[in-house]
């Protein structure tokens, strides 16, 4: 028998095993039976049929396409994910950037995980959009800054907490203080609680956290739960606050900024943020794409998601992400 004719029968022979593997199904315990070889040998041949190219897995996943601007992004800021919300007539982009923050979230998640948040409108249309994780156990969530005694002011601090519960069957720590204190004295009394504590000892050994990249303007969050007044605003924007994160106002840069005022909120250290693996940005709108370039170049977060226009803006503004 030349070799030739050994080739053509090693290769029907591959063939045969793999139709009867990846189309009829059968297992290789009864494949070798069918062909009168080992289970060993043919495991080796199924190997071999993929090698070889005999057999070819192409592995279609529409929702984890990456587009040519999120792959410019991403590789710009060297981050691990860019998530885009494209554009919708029947939604409106921070119920896009909600859900597409929520379907990834899904796609990661694990038993045991830890993860944070912040607050605000985005983060609680991604709480919504989540759907019910029967299958995770020991799921522990883990609110990250302060909240607000007014609860009119979409900033939906208590329902982002019973969203995530429900949905996540998590345990969740809460942090039932203010985001700014009047003094440094009051926050290093509350950083003695036992709820402070806990929340710091978890957030310490989260390896998720969602978190928003705030606009700063007269009409930012802060603003709007009567931290700051108008005329403070004005003037933290001439010494350099672009935004905030996790009410942590920073700079251009991803810096902390104003030490004096930082020194009065009451929140998870930008350090320990910085030490979660995966940080999930999210933002919608024009106006909040100061703080997301901050965000990116500190390093404060390693997955961007938001909404078409947003993501044209920062591009526009930031040209070399195209080169």
């Known amino acids: 028998m030349n070799k030739t004719k050994k080739d053509r029968q090693k290769r029907s022979l591959l063939v045969q095993v793999a139709r009867l593997y990846y189309e009829q199904n059968y297992n290789?315990?009864?494949?070798?039976?069918?062909?009168?070889?080992?289970?060993p040998y043919i495991s080796k041949l199924l190997l071999e049929a993929k090698e070889t190219g005999i057999v070819q897995i192409t592995i279609k996943d529409d929702v984890d396409t990456e587009s040519k601007k999120e792959k410019q992004i991403r590789e710009f800021f060297n981050?691990?994910?860019?998530?885009?919300?494209?554009?919708?007539?029947?939604?409106?982009?921070?119920?896009?950037?909600?859900?597409?923050?929520?379907?990834?979230?899904?796609?990661?998640?694990?038993?045991?995980?830890?993860?944070?948040?912040?607050?605000?409108?985005?983060?609680?249309?991604?709480?919504?959009?989540?759907?019910?994780?029967?299958?995770?156990?020991?799921?522990?969530?883990v609110q990250l800054c302060g909240g607000v005694s007014n609860t009119n002011k979409n900033v939906y601090v208590s329902e982002i907490s019973t969203e995530f519960s429900h949905k996540l069957?998590?345990?969740?720590?809460l942090l039932p203080f203010p985001a700014i204190v009047d003094s440094f004295h009051i926050k290093d009394?509350?950083?003695?609680?036992?709820?402070?504590?806990?929340v710091l000892s978890y957030a310490s050994k989260a390896n998720i956290c969602i978190i928003t990249m705030g606009k700063f303007d007269t009409q930012c969050a802060m603003a709007r739960v009567g931290y700051l007044s108008e005329s403070e605003v004005k003037q933290?924007?001439?010494?350099?606050?672009?935004?905030?994160?996790?009410?942590?106002?920073i700079d251009k840069e991803g810096n902390l900024c104003v030490p004096q005022m930082d020194a009065r909120t009451v929140a998870v250290p930008l350090k320990t943020l910085k030490n979660i693996d995966t940080r999930?940005?999210?933002?919608?709108?024009?106006?909040?794409?100061?703080?997301?370039?901050?965000?990116?170049?500190?390093?404060?977060?390693?997955?961007?998601?938001?909404?078409?226009?947003?993501?044209?803006?920062l591009c526009e503004i930031c040209p070399e992400i195209l080169l």
């Not at 069957?169 to 720590?173: D, L, P, R």
């Not at 009394?189 to 806990?198: A, G, K, N, P, V």
Request: proline share 1%; glycine share 8%.
């Open 28 to 39: 290789q315990n009864e494949i070798a039976k069918i062909v009168n070889l080992s289970r």
């Open 79 to 141: 981050l691990n994910k860019v998530i885009i919300a494209p554009k919708s007539d029947s939604q409106l982009p921070l119920t896009l950037v909600g859900e597409a923050t929520a379907l990834y979230l899904e796609s990661i998640l694990c038993d045991g995980d830890i993860i944070g948040y912040s607050w605000g409108e985005t983060i609680y249309e991604c709480a919504k959009a989540l759907s019910v994780q029967e299958a995770l156990k020991n799921i522990v969530t």
């Open 169 to 173: 069957n998590s345990t969740g720590y």
């Open 189 to 198: 009394t509350l950083y003695h609680e036992r709820s402070m504590q806990d």
């Open 236 to 249: 933290l924007t001439t010494q350099g606050v672009v935004g905030d994160i996790c009410t942590h106002l």
């Open 280 to 313: 999930i940005g999210v933002a919608v709108g024009e106006d909040k794409v100061y703080s997301i370039l901050g965000a990116l170049r500190g390093n404060l977060v390693n997955i961007l998601v938001t909404d078409e226009a947003t993501a044209d803006l």
